[in-house]
């Protein structure tokens, strides 16, 4: 649901940089369909936005966290705060990698695929166990929670979007909507016409992510299926990605 905030006092001048929250539930395929979008917001629009992912501390989605996990290893809610300890470009290629596995494999989560994860995330693993120790884990996800309060989230995915403009309220976009309709506010909030980036190389990419999906980069790159296709399987004979088969689709991996 679109909540436009008042624009009585609107200021017309145009703003450099646009900050996005995103809030997320891990467990939710909305959730992980709207991540490939943020994906290619972020590289079309990166000289303009910031995103800041935080995980939706409801109730619902802390008691699921809780109720998957054998440890604090595998509690996804404590291991994506510890993982943001290291930096919160890691922390997002953490939280992907876990949803690229969660989805797949219907909410089955062991601690070999977080700690498979935080390697391929870039996280000194040492340190990604120590922190989970600490009880500024819980503290920050008390904060999440009183963001979420602030600004009124009652579902994930929800985005809000802010202009630097601070006598500006946010804008919330709760649920999933297709890309232009990201794109519109983002162009709206900025107030000048923008000049989109255009996206890395099929190989880079997933080279980048480690692990994607076809809708993913059908998302990213816009290309007819066919076409895709053609590019996925050239990677696959060159001996650069290999495909995973799982219960809910196909998947490419980059090989290392």
Same mark, same amino acid.
Request: proline residues 4%; hydrophobic residues 35%.
């Given at each position: 649901?679109?909540?436009?905030?008042?624009?009585?006092?609107?200021?017309?001048?145009?703003?450099?940089?646009? *900050?996005?929250?995103?809030?997320?539930?891990?467990?939710?395929?909305?959730?992980?369909?709207?991540?490939?979008?943020?994906?290619?917001?972020?590289?079309?629009?990166?000289? $303009?936005?910031?995103?800041?992912?935080?995980?939706?501390?409801?109730?619902?989605?802390?008691?699921?966290?809780?109720?998957?996990?054998?440890?604090?290893?595998?509690? !996804?809610?404590?291991?994506?705060?510890?993982?943001?300890?290291?930096?919160?470009?890691?922390?997002?290629?953490?939280?992907?990698?876990?949803?690229?596995?969660?989805?797949?494999?219907?909410?089955?989560?062991?601690? #070999?695929?977080?700690?498979?994860?935080?390697?391929?995330?870039?996280?000194? $693993?040492?340190?990604?166990? *120590? #922190?989970?120790? =600490?009880?500024?884990?819980?503290?920050?996800?008390?904060?999440?929670?009183?963001?979420?309060?602030?600004?009124?989230?009652?579902?994930?995915?929800?985005?809000?979007?802010?202009?630097?403009?601070?006598?500006?309220?946010?804008?919330?976009?709760?649920?999933?909507?297709?890309?232009?309709?990201?794109? $519109?506010? !983002?162009?709206?909030?900025?107030? =000048?016409? !923008?000049?989109?980036?255009?996206?890395?190389?099929?190989?880079?990419?997933?080279?980048?992510?480690?692990?994607?999906?076809? *809708?993913?980069?059908?998302?990213?790159?816009?290309?007819?299926?066919?076409?895709?296709?053609?590019?996925?399987?050239?990677?696959?004979?060159?001996?650069?990605? *290999?495909?995973?088969?799982?219960?809910?689709?196909?998947?490419?991996?980059?090989?290392?």
């Amino acid at each position: 649901m679109l909540q436009p905030n008042s624009r009585e006092d609107t200021n017309l001048s145009p703003v450099s940089k646009i *900050e996005i929250y995103s809030f997320f539930d891990p467990f939710s395929k909305d959730c992980f369909k709207l991540s490939a979008i943020l994906s290619k917001l972020r590289i079309e629009y990166k000289q $303009y936005i910031r995103v800041r992912h935080i995980l939706n501390p409801s109730l619902r989605v802390l008691t699921k966290c809780q109720a998957q996990s054998t440890s604090e290893l595998d509690n !996804i809610a404590l291991a994506y705060k510890a993982a943001e300890l290291q930096g919160r470009v890691r922390a997002e290629r953490f939280i992907h990698l876990i949803q690229n596995e969660i989805i797949p494999k219907r909410d089955i989560i062991t601690e #070999d695929m977080v700690s498979d994860c935080i390697c391929n995330a870039g996280l000194d $693993y040492s340190v990604f166990k *120590e #922190d989970l120790h =600490h009880n500024k884990l819980k503290d920050s996800l008390q904060v999440d929670l009183h963001i979420a309060r602030e600004m009124e989230i009652d579902e994930a995915p929800s985005l809000v979007f802010f202009s630097e403009d601070v006598h500006e309220e946010g804008l919330k976009v709760e649920g999933l909507y297709p890309y232009h309709i990201y794109t $519109y506010i !983002i162009n709206e909030l900025i107030g =000048h016409s !923008i000049e989109k980036e255009l996206p890395p190389s099929l190989e880079g990419y997933i080279q980048y992510q480690q692990l994607v999906t076809k *809708e993913e980069l059908l998302t990213i790159y816009e290309w007819p299926e066919k076409v895709l296709n053609k590019e996925l399987k050239k990677l696959a004979l060159q001996q650069k990605i *290999e495909k995973v088969s799982c219960l809910e689709g196909h998947f490419w991996r980059a090989k290392i």
